[in-house]
Each structure stands twice: as C-alpha cells, then as structure tokens.
C-alpha cells in the first residue's frame, strides 16, 4: 500500500520568504509527528498530532513555525520569514494509534535550503 | 528517555554478518530498545525494537544483554544495500511522553563488495 509522502521533496527559499511543506500520512493513521534533520545530525522532533489534534509542539525550534492537521489526516508545516538556519529536512511520520509504542513510518523528506 | 551510545561509523564485508552495538546504560525497566535505519537521502525505516528478550524478524536480529545495559543489532548477511546510518533508541512511556523518537548521532555502516 501507498506509504507516507512529502511534497515538495525540494524547496529553495528566498530569506524572508514564506513555505508550506505538504504531508500525507498513511490513511487511517492516528498519530502524525514532524521531525527536523539537519545535515549530517539524527532528526529532531518538531511537533505531534493525534486526530486533528496537536498534543505536543514542544520542538518547534521558533514561533516562526506552524503546523495544521485539521481533518485529521494531511498535515502542513509552515515556516514564516525563513532564515539560513531553517536549511535541513524536514521529515513526516505517521503511526496507526495513538500509542506511545506503535512503530513510525517515515516519508522521504522535504530538503529546505535557504538561501 | 535514556540515553544511547553507539560507535560513529563501522565497516562491514557483504555476505558477512554486521554486529552493530548500543550502549544503554541508564535504560529504566519499561523502556524499549529500537533500531530504525536511514539510507541517504530517504527517511528513517524502523527495524526492529524490544523490552529484554532477543527478537529477530525477516530484517534483523537483536541481542539485548542479562542486564538491559547494551543490545546488539545483528543482519546476518550484509549486502551493499544495508549501508546506513543506524539509529539505537531507547523509548519508553512518560506522562509527557508523545511516542515521539529521540535519535543520536547513530552508527553510520558501510558495507563493502
């Protein structure tokens, strides 16, 4: 079956530009969780959804970063007024319930470079 | 979550066994240990995870010790596609605990022809 996707899978931004990363989770999915991998680091945990539902945004690094899920199902990570430090990939995952135990499952990324 | 220790980077020789180790040694008791890996450039793919008994699927075996402290994450016949970043987590539940991953730096293994 169809697995996690990202879109787009490349994005290069102006400084001070606006952009929107698209995530469609597995369908069904309960739990939705966005990650930030810098070059050459393990990924960082940026925010959790359940449902429609955002339970944990405790790792979105600024108040420039926004994130919506609000069916329950895609989700979208917005970063305002980008900055050089926002240059990393910026992963989605999903898992069947909303479980602490359930198993991730990644998409490819989304590689943010600003410029 | 406890933290992890693993080598930077380890070699291995396709069609022989790679023997990846973890360091665990603040591990709670109902803390699980997980291996995902991370192919360049694609996301993180989950391997195979456990509480204290050894467990093996179609991926992979692991290893974790009497005392929970260190684990092993054994692929029995590498090939030149489990070249990786692999990653050791120790995940457990916590009233602020949202099921989300905490990786490290992991290990990165090269497998050569």
């Known amino acids: 079956g169809a697995g996690v996707s990202q879109s787009p899978r490349y994005k290069v931004a102006k400084r001070g530009q606006d952009v929107a990363l698209r995530c469609d989770p597995i369908?069904?999915?309960?739990?939705l969780f966005w990650y930030q991998q810098a070059l050459g680091q393990g990924p960082e945990f940026l925010t959790y959804?359940?449902?429609?539902?955002?339970?944990?945004k405790s790792g979105l690094p600024s108040d420039r970063f926004f994130a919506e899920r609000p069916e329950g199902s895609v989700s979208t990570l917005k970063i305002q007024r980008t900055q050089q430090e926002d240059s990393a990939v910026y992963l989605c995952?999903?898992?069947?319930?909303?479980?602490?135990?359930?198993?991730?499952?990644f998409g490819p990324g989304t590689r943010l470079l600003v410029l | 979550d406890a933290k992890t220790t693993q080598p930077p980077s380890m070699d291995c020789a396709e069609g022989r066994a790679a023997n990846l180790p973890c360091n665990h040694s603040?591990?709670?008791?109902?803390?699980?240990v997980y291996w995902y890996r991370q192919i360049h450039s694609q996301g993180p793919q989950y391997i195979i995870h456990?509480?204290?008994n050894n467990e093996t699927n179609e991926m992979a075996s692991l290893i974790i010790t009497e005392d929970r402290k260190s684990s092993t994450l054994i692929l029995p016949h590498a090939t030149l596609r489990d070249t990786a970043v692999y990653y050791c987590?120790?995940?457990?539940?916590?009233?602020?605990?949202?099921?989300?991953?905490?990786f490290g730096q992991g290990t990165t293994l090269q497998v050569k022809p």
């Open positions: 959804f359940q449902n429609e539902a955002q339970l944990d």
């Open positions: 603040t591990i709670s008791g109902n803390e699980y």
């Open positions: 987590i120790v995940r457990g539940y916590g009233s602020s605990n949202t099921g989300k991953l905490i």
């Open positions: 369908s069904g999915h309960v739990s």
């Open positions: 995952a999903s898992s069947s319930t909303g479980l602490w135990v359930e198993t991730q499952y």
């Open positions: 456990g509480l204290k």
